[in-house]
Nanobody, 123 residues
Framework: QVRLVESGGGLVQAGGSLRLSCAAS????????MGWFRQAPGKEREFVAA????????YYADPVKGRFTISRDNAKTTVYLQMNSLKPEDTAVYYC????????????????WGQGTQVTVSS
């Protein structure tokens, strides 16, 4: 069993920055992929970024490329999402997820989820 706990959300003005953290515990294997997804009211959950525990390969959705950076600290089994140049359209609940997969941007392929953290960007 894997447990994921997100933190770091909040309210920020457009152009500002936030860093989200996802602390993982339990049976995290090196082949897992860790992903960040977000869901705005009335919208489907969408992929934001992903990183492999082993090797650290990263993947990003087009709307966040160049603004967001995903990273992981293997020793702390924590994944981070540094979000810069935030826009009002980034407002959503952000979820951390873990998958026993090579890589996927489809939320249905992830096995474990955190409770989510709210990010609100004001204009």
């Amino acid at each position: 069993q894997v447990r994921l706990v997100e933190s770091g959300g909040g309210l920020v003005q457009a152009g500002g920055s936030l860093r989200l953290s996802c602390a993982a515990s339990g049976r995290i294997f090196s082949y897992y992929v860790m992903g960040w997804f977000r869901q705005a009211p009335g919208k489907e959950r969408e992929f934001v970024a992903a990183v492999k525990w082993s090797g650290g390969s990263t993947y990003y959705a087009d709307p966040v490329k160049g603004r967001f950076t995903i990273s992981r600290d293997n020793a702390k089994t924590t994944v981070y999402l540094q979000m810069n140049s935030l826009k009002p359209e980034d407002t959503a609940v952000y979820y951390c997820a873990a998958g026993e997969i090579l890589y996927s941007s489809d939320y249905r392929h992830y096995d474990y989820w955190g409770q989510g953290t709210q990010v609100t960007v004001s204009s």
